[in-house]
């Protein structure tokens, strides 16, 4: 293959991260819309004479970083970010209830909380509090003044509030989530951890138009602990950004390492 050989690359990273002890894949990307690398370098000069031009100059400061912007969200990219493991198991909820829930499914506002004519409403879940600390508004006047709870009793998901009678309503009480729930903690003493970056994409030939194998290693990489979650009600879905640092390995000056095979 000649030097001058010219190619294109566009197609996006796969990207594996690796233990930096036991070498073992930690977390495989597969869903990356971008992945980009940027290296720079300050400079400083030596000048002097009439207009003290530059003279010389030196560069120093060599600083490399990847960013990484995954479509999908995973329980280990969290955790990656948080630092450390997802929990799993039962949390409380804080519920807020202004439809019908039939078999934990909520049927929409077409089938809004209504109260019977003997004060009955029906829970989606079992409340964690007594009756009378469970807080219920009329629709209209949710998050105003609550409904008088003097007289409330609970028998199971059913609560009965005599004032409420034939009323539609709103509750807000606090239920126990299942006991396989996942639980992400973004901790302030926690940072993610440093690895060491593989990925692999195709870059294409343009003499020939043919993709040919291109990988990229990063023997020592500090993934980022910053995370940029969005909710939007319009536009694309949400995409999550990281960008970390390429730090210099211990036993070599080699920050990245790029291969055409």
């Known amino acids: 293959m000649s030097a001058n050989t010219k190619f294109g690359a566009k197609e996006v990273m796969d990207v594996t991260l690796y233990d930096m002890t036991t070498n073992k894949p930690v977390i495989y990307f597969d869903t990356l819309k971008t992945s980009s690398i940027e290296v720079t370098s300050e400079k400083v000069y030596a000048r002097g004479g009439k207009g ?22 995973s329980p280990k990219s969290i955790e990656l970010v948080t630092g450390i493991a997802t929990k799993i198991g039962t949390q409380t909820i804080s519920m807020r209830q202004n439809t019908v829930w039939v078999d934990s499914i ?5 089938y809004p909380l209504t109260a019977s004519s003997t004060g009955v409403i029906s829970l989606a879940f079992l409340p964690k509090e007594s009756a009378t600390n469970i807080l219920v508004y009329e629709k209209d006047d949710d998050c105003g003044t609550p409904i008088p709870m003097t007289d409330a009793s609970l028998n199971g998901k059913d609560l009965t509030v005599a004032a409420a009678s034939n009323k539609q309503v709103v509750v807000y009480y606090t239920c126990d989530s299942s006991s ?78 790029m291969v055409k095979w």
């Open 52 to 73: 003290n031009s530059k003279l010389i100059t030196w560069e120093l400061n060599k600083e490399a970083k990847i960013t990484i912007e995954d479509a999908l969200l």
């Open 106 to 110: 909520d049927q929409g506002d077409l």
């Open 180 to 257: 396989e729930a996942e639980t992400y903690i973004v901790d302030s003493s926690k940072f993610s951890g440093t690895y060491k970056l593989v990925g692999d994409t195709v870059i294409r030939n343009q003499s020939t138009g043919k993709d040919e194998s291109f990988q990229i290693t990063i023997p020592n990489l500090k993934w980022s602990s910053n995370m940029n979650l969005g909710f939007s009600a319009e536009g694309d879905p949400s995409t999550t950004s990281f960008e970390c640092e390429i730090m210099r390995p211990s036993n070599s000056t080699t920050l990245i390492q």
